[in-house]
């Protein structure tokens, strides 16, 4: 039986999609030229951009603006999906996923799978009922466990390739996969490994000696007891203390975020066989054999002495403390969807006192944002058949044409760039083009561009 895999599952397709098509679906109802660009009436002139140069820019749009409770913070520019100038988008999203939960589709569409989700999660009943059996099996896995062997195949089967970029370097399993471009071969893909193992947003959170961070990491740790004693777990302010301070250790073999951009440090190709030699203490056979992975010749560790000292912990840190670290991210992933006084202590840390958000959103939102979450690509599909026009496609197209076409003039102006590199840029230019088309495969194609977000 495989671990269970991280639960929430960001937003796939759907993102660029939502993004872009009430752009140009709605040009007919856009705001009159004139309203575009720099907004002056954001700006606070009584401040000296030399003194303050973001409240100059911004500082009547603070003033004036009052974040919704139940958001921990907003974007005027529209860079989330919970952004003000999303409520259109909302509004569409909203109505498709409550128009197909009312609708009796066929099995295995698009629209009785966003139902059959949609649903699942409204029913507080069945939700209460089933308390934690969902997860039983999973937990049962874990309480399995006798020895470092059995625990580090556990962690392998952890091994997700999620969210993580370039730009995002967290997960709370053990470690992080990537999959992108190789740093020394840009023509195939290559499998990246990245620190883990938090479950608070950064090392500093854990290592920071300031007074707020020292009351954060009080209540964080009142919060894993809860999360484990609501579980029906017996001694939990000792496990709580264990495991946080587990994840303290894990911490302190991080590598700084100031460090995490420095490619040279990065371009670490390790073979299998070296991943015993460098980083001694986890059994990376058994590992790689619980993710699935055993095949894989080599991987580009992004930061070897995080792989080290981890692994060293999984040697020297009891057996016991892991496997309570185990059970509590399992439970905390999967928060959202277990009964309510999970899902609410979740909601009383993460979201009110880690991030402000001062009220919970009501259950229909969280499920209308569950069902994006999860069932993006299919909720793409839905979006685009429903508001995508094939003109709406052609002016895209026409634009990207446009910018290609820009690209082109310029690189043949180049006085710096020989002939032959300039066919080779034409050449990449037209790869770039074919590869950026709007194809019939509309989601396939924006889930691209959303995982970059």
């Not at 962690?155 to 740093?183: H, K, Q, V, Y």
């Not at 947003?201 to 809860?226: C, I, N, W």
């Not at 975020?257 to 073979?271: G, P, S, Y």
């Amino acid at each position: 039986m495989r671990f269970a895999p991280r639960f929430l599952l960001r937003k796939a397709a759907a993102c660029a999609l939502f993004a872009i098509a009430p752009t140009f679906a709605d040009a007919q109802t856009a705001a009159a030229p004139g309203t575009h660009g720099f907004v002056v009436a954001n700006m606070d002139r009584s401040v000296k951009p030399g003194d303050d140069f973001y409240r100059y820019a911004n500082g009547n749009w603070i003033s004036r603006t009052e974040i919704p409770p139940d958001r921990s913070y907003i974007d005027p520019y529209g860079g989330d999906y919970d952004d003000s100038s999303n409520d259109l988008t909302r509004e569409r999203i909203a109505g498709l996923i409550e128009e197909a939960a009312g609708a009796d589709a066929t099995a295995g569409s698009n629209s009785r799978k966003i139902a059959d989700l949609y649903h699942c999660f409204m029913d507080e009943a069945t939700i209460e009922a089933r308390g934690l059996a969902p997860l039983r099996p999973h937990l049962d896995a874990i309480a399995a466990i006798r020895d470092k062997h059995e625990l580090a195949r556990v962690l392998g089967e952890s091994l997700r390739a999620g969210r993580l970029n370039i730009d995002n370097f967290e997960t709370a399993n053990l470690f992080g996969l990537r999959i992108g471009p190789g740093f020394n071969d840009p023509e195939h893909y290559a499998a990246y490994l990245l620190q883990g193992g938090l479950e608070l947003p950064d090392r500093e959170y854990y290592l920071s000696d300031t007074g707020s961070m020292r009351d954060l990491r009080f209540k964080y740790q009142t919060h894993v007891s809860a999360m484990l004693k609501l579980a029906g777990f017996t001694d939990t302010e000792v496990r709580a203390q264990h495991v946080v301070e587990l994840e303290h250790a894990i911490a302190e073999k991080h590598v700084p975020m100031t460090e995490r951009h420095n490619i040279n440090k990065a371009n670490n190709t390790w073979k299998q066989a070296d991943f015993a030699a460098n980083a001694p203490g986890l059994d990376w056979a058994e590992y790689f054999r619980g993710a699935g992975l055993s095949r894989q010749g080599s991987f580009i560790v992004w930061q070897p002495s995080a792989f080290g000292g981890e692994s060293a912990l999984v040697a020297s840190v009891a057996l016991e403390t892991w496997k309570d670290w185990l059970v509590f991210h399992l439970i905390e992933d999967y928060a959202a969807v277990l009964p309510k006084a999970l899902a609410d202590e979740r909601f009383a840390f993460f979201d009110k006192t880690l991030s402000g958000a001062t009220a919970q959103r009501p259950r229909q939102v969280r499920g209308i944002a569950l069902v994006n979450d999860l069932l993006g690509d299919a909720l793409g599909q839905e979006y685009a058949q429903r508001y995508f026009a094939p003109k709406t496609k052609a002016q895209i197209e026409a634009m990207v044409g446009n910018i290609i076409a820009a690209y082109r003039r310029r690189i043949d102006a180049l006085s710096w760039m020989d002939p032959a590199t300039k066919a080779e840029a034409q050449t990449k230019l037209t790869t770039l083009y074919g590869r950026n088309r709007l194809s019939g495969d509309l989601a396939r194609l924006l889930s691209v561009r959303s995982q970059g977000r």
